[in-house]
């Protein structure tokens, strides 16, 4: 069966068909499910702005959209008429940005008349890891850290997930950025300030943990980003100055999540840790939590780059593990209901976004 999966929920426009006899079946690996995938950023858009500009993100994604489908198709050698799903991001996100995926989502797969499946953000990104060369195994604890989010989970099948703790402010990935723009880098923050870090030195400054010794398996950020703040207006914010402080900025809030995960093993019970979001792009963070797993003897696993951050693929490995879960989940009223009823399997004329939407 073949998963057409779209994500337009921020400033990437995602595309990617996801084969589930491939993927899904008797001794595979998700990943080999992957026929094709692709992505256009907008960050050169946003740019001169600092940030993104939701109607411009909402055009763009408008412009790009119907292409990269063609695209996508073209590279996995098929075309429309052989879809069996359409699988979008009906949310969490921006709101225009959003109802240009699931409008074009839902319209294709009322006019193929094949299922249309509502897949929420971040259950892409708690399952992009799956498309690892060696993939975790169910169940696992997942730190979710990305623009918009900080959580850690219980991940105990697709669909069967528990909030185990969550950021109290800022998400991390808010907090590098919020932070990259105090000390005058461009957007996205996250990448150029951890990038600045690598020139960084260590000892000069000591940002507090927030939270860290809390008890509980909760975060918060934005204490962090005043801290910084204070240190820009005490000091001459020269070129290594400037690096001195990203170092001790990330150094603080990578040394706060990985104390946090190390707990969240612990408590679980679990021997995996997956790590999900753009946040776990960054490489002082992974080599923190290997590090952790090597000594406290937990597995640490991460979805090869290109997945960490929005993309298409992890929307459509959702949708496939959506369908794949559909009668399933009929005779299992425990599972959560994340996106997918089981009516939508079914022609729906309707669609809906939710910018705001608990996982
Ligand atoms: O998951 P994602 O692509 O989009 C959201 O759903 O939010 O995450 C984007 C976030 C941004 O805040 C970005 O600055 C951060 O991930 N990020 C990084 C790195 N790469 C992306 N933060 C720190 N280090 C990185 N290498
Ligand atoms: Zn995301």
């Known amino acids: 069966m073949l998963i057409l999966g779209i994500e337009t929920s921020c400033d990437e426009t995602g595309v990617a068909l996801y084969d589930s006899e491939r993927g899904l079946g008797q001794g595979a690996v998700p990943l080999a499910g992957l026929l094709a995938h692709t992505l256009h950023s907008q960050v050169e858009l ?54 240009v995926g699931a409008s074009v989502g839902a319209s294709l797969a009322y006019g193929l008349g094949v299922p249309a499946i509502r897949v929420h953000h971040l259950e892409g990104h708690l399952l992009s890891p799956l498309l690892s060369p060696v993939p975790p195994r169910f169940p696992f604890v997942a730190l ?38 105090l000390l005058g880098l461009p ?68 040394e706060v999540l990985v104390a946090k995960c190390i707990a969240a093993i612990a408590t679980s019970g679990l021997g995996q840790l997956v790590v999900a979001g753009g946040v776990g792009a960054n490489t002082r963070l992974r080599a923190a939590l290997d590090a952790a797993g090597q000594r406290k003897g937990f597995r640490v696993c991460y979805p090869p780059l290109e997945f960490c951050t929005d993309n298409g693929a992890m929307i459509a490995l959702a949708g496939a593990l959506k369908m794949q879960d559909a009668e399933f989940r009929i005779q299992d009223p425990e599972r959560q209901d994340l996106g997918l009823r089981i009516e939508d399997l079914g022609r729906s004329r309707s669609f809906t976004v939710k910018p705001r939407w608990d996982l």
Do not use: C, W
Request: aromatic share 6%.
């Open 46 to 99: 946003h740019d001169e702005y600092g940030g993104v500009v939701p109607e411009l993100a909402s055009r763009d994604h408008i412009r790009r959209l119907l292409p990269l489908i063609g695209v996508v198709m073209t590279r996995a050698g098929t075309d429309l008429s052989r879809v069996s799903a359409v699988a979008y991001t009906e949310g969490p996100g921006l709101a225009g940005a959003l109802l």
């Open 187 to 254: 957007y996205p923050g996250g990448p150029a300030l951890a990038q600045l870090a690598r020139s960084g030195r260590g000892g000069r400054f000591r940002l507090p943990r927030p939270m860290i010794a809390s008890g509980d398996l909760d975060f918060s950020f934005s204490g962090l980003k005043t801290a910084v703040l204070l240190l820009t207006r005490q000091h001459e914010m020269d070129a290594q100055t400037r690096a001195d402080v990203a170092y001790a900025f990330e150094e603080a809030l990578v």
């Open 144 to 181: 979710l850290v990305s623009g918009g989010h900080t959580q850690l989970m219980r991940v105990s099948n697709v669909g069967k997930y528990a909030l185990l703790g969550e950021t109290q402010d800022d998400a991390a990935g808010e907090a590098f950025d919020k932070t990259a723009k």
